[in-house]
T-cell receptor, first 113, second 110 residues
Framework: GENVEQHPSTLSVQEGDSAVIKCTYS??????FPWYKQELGKGPQLIID?????GEKKDQRIAVTLNKTAKHFSLHITETQPEDSAVYFC????????????FGTGTRLTIIP | DGGITQSPKYLFRKEGQNVTLSCEQN?????MYWYRQDPGQGLRLIYY???????QKGDIAEGYSVSREKKESFPLTVTSAQKNPTAFYLC?????????FGQGTRLTVV
């Protein structure tokens, strides 16, 4: 089955700096890679996703890059703000939306004012 | 409002008792999932259901059971066979790509 590894487990950055979180996956059948943000006491919410036919996707201050050959993908947050503080999870799945969605272990991001 | 609802938010259980966590969605999604969240271990899949009257074991199914008699509902039973049930449980539903999560149930064994 799929195995998703995520690094680092904790990350602290100064407000205004950039943050990068990296994930690797094992199953070459995976072709959908979402990122979720979880705030304290709440369920995770999708912030950005990428499909395997695309190498990079950007949405304002958030971007995701995918290297399918190396089986790794990364989340980039630029111009970080205090409200970016949260736990971030990467995940991998086959494109069929009813299949298993396997998550990484999470990164606790803290933005230092 | 459309969404996915988990209840209760907090649940206390005595050792040796079974307990059932509720998950209801009105998004008309076929697929539903149960995850367990422990500190430092991310979201681990317990069970998932791709369609009504069908479900599959996830990575940590031992000590848990589910049913999927209606499209809207996917209850999870934590049985006395689960050795370490204290955790945060998350239910999700999904169509095509994006998974929508409930607010979670925090289960504590006392």
């Amino acid at each position: 089955g799929e195995n998703v590894e995520q690094h680092p487990s904790t990350l602290s950055v100064q407000e205004g700096d950039s943050a990068v979180i990296k994930c690797t996956y094992s199953d070459s059948a995976s072709n959908y890679f979402p990122w979720y943000k979880q705030e304290l006491g709440k369920g995770p919410q999708l912030i950005i996703d990428i499909r395997s036919n695309v190498g990079e996707k950007k949405d304002q201050r958030i971007a995701v890059t995918l290297n399918k050959t190396a089986k790794h993908f990364s989340l980039h947050i630029t111009e970080t703000q205090p409200e970016d503080s949260a736990v971030y999870f990467c995940a991998a799945s086959p494109w069929n939306g009813n299949e298993k969605l396997t998550f990484g272990t999470g990164t606790r991001l803290t933005i230092i004012p | 409002d459309g969404g996915i609802t988990q209840s209760p938010k907090y649940l206390f259980r005595k050792e040796g008792q079974n307990v059932t966590l509720s998950c209801e969605q009105n998004l008309n999604h076929d697929a539903m999932y149960w995850y367990r969240q422990d500190p430092g271990q991310g979201l681990r899949l317990i069970y998932y259901s791709q369609i009504v009257n069908d479900f599959q074991k996830g990575d940590i199914a031992e000590g848990y059971s589910v049913s999927r008699e209606k499209k809207e509902s996917f209850p999870l039973t934590v049985t006395s066979a689960q050795k370490n049930p204290t955790a945060f449980y998350l239910c999700a539903s999904r169509v095509q790509t994006e998974a929508f999560f409930g607010q979670g149930t925090r289960l504590t064994v006392v």
